[in-house]
């Protein structure tokens, strides 16, 4: 449930009816906006049923929450978050770019990348040192070492840095090096990773899943709220469908839905969406012009002998370009890049 005070309401009547909430039991969780604070409660509601509390003073009405998800439900924050990484905000003024490899390789070949993604405008560099593959024989990552490679790159480039995370061990690894976590679409129901993830003090990265409902990723960002972090940004980056055309099925359509249901960020990945590098720009625009918050895109050096999703990798120069176009949508949506 959520409680809406009344446009003005002081700050003691707000701590009374958060002090009510606290003793019951349950959970408040305080939003407010520029006219309104909101309080959303979490817990059984039934031990607030005899407590009146819509004739407490200054408390304007109280409006049932029917979906399972709460934290990140937008009637429990009505304005869109903004999730600070460092200097870099992702949120509705900004359009956010992770780019890089799919793979970490080895140290030459990142800081090569890192430069030219920089260069072209990226805030930050992305690179799986966890590789979970189809198949057990595919290249699965350096671990530990391709974060220590991550880490040197955001420090000379000025970069920020993203990597996917696959274990509670991974995890534990990343966070000494990295400045955000990556939780992948074959883990968006792995609810105990989830739970790490919220405690692991690092904003975090939510891709949907393969074959997940949008009310199904929510509840996995839920996870993570309800653990302690509330900053989680949402990937989509294409579903399972019937058509083979391309390795996914690109969602658009998920991130006008995010934007009506939940006060989170959205980026989108047209990389892993479609598998083939020719379609990663235009979907890129088509993203931003639905009101994406960010990109993430698969560059490499040499996509033709990449150790992982060459055939998605986008070379320096066509990332350029797209880096370049995009600049026209950005000024159009109102964001800056």
């Not at 003793?23 to 309080?39: D, F, M, P, R, Y």
């Not at 030219?116 to 057990?136: D, L, M, N």
């Amino acid at each position: 449930m959520i409680i809406v005070m009344k446009p003005g309401a002081p700050k003691s009547a707000v701590d009374k009816v958060e002090e009510l909430i606290v003793t019951k039991g349950l959970e408040a969780h305080l939003s407010q906006g520029k006219e309104v604070t909101i309080i959303g409660v979490v817990g059984n509601k039934n031990k607030l049923l005899n407590e009146n509390i819509e004739l407490m003073p200054f408390v304007d009405k109280i409006v049932p929450v029917t979906e399972s998800y709460k934290l990140t439900n937008k009637k429990f924050h009505p304005e869109p978050s903004r999730i600070k990484v460092g200097d870099v905000e992702i949120g509705p003024d900004t359009l956010t770019v992770m780019a890089g490899p799919c793979a970490v390789e080895n140290e030459e070949q990142l800081m090569t990348i890192a430069r030219e993604v920089k260069k072209a405008g990226a805030q930050f560099v992305r690179g799986g040192a966890y590789k979970p593959r189809t198949s057990p024989y595919s290249f699965q990552g350096l671990e530990e070492e391709g974060l220590k490679y991550m880490a040197k790159a955001g420090r000379e480039f000025g970069l920020k840095t993203i990597c996917e995370v696959i274990s509670a061990e991974a995890i534990d690894a990343a966070v000494k090096y990295v400045d955000m976590i990556q939780i992948g679409a074959r883990n968006m129901q792995n609810f105990q990773l989830l739970r790490e993830a919220g405690q692991s003090g690092l904003p975090v990265l939510l891709k949907r899943g393969l074959a997940a409902t949008i009310d199904e990723w929510l509840n996995a960002a839920e996870y993570i709220i309800s653990a302690g972090n509330p900053n989680v940004v949402l990937c989509e980056r294409g579903i399972r469908t019937f058509e083979t055309s391309t390795r996914n099925t690109l969602d658009l359509s998920a991130v006008p839905v995010i934007k009506e249901k939940s006060h989170l960020p959205i980026i989108v990945d047209p990389s892993h969406a479609t598998g083939v590098y020719s379609y990663v720009s235009p979907l890129a625009k088509a993203a931003v012009a639905c009101g994406a918050d960010g990109l993430m895109i698969e560059v490499h050096n040499d996509p033709a002998h990449a150790l992982s999703d060459g055939p998605q990798s986008l070379t320096f120069e066509n990332f350029d370009r797209l880096m370049a176009d995009l600049q026209g949508y950005v000024k159009l949506a109102g964001r800056t890049l």
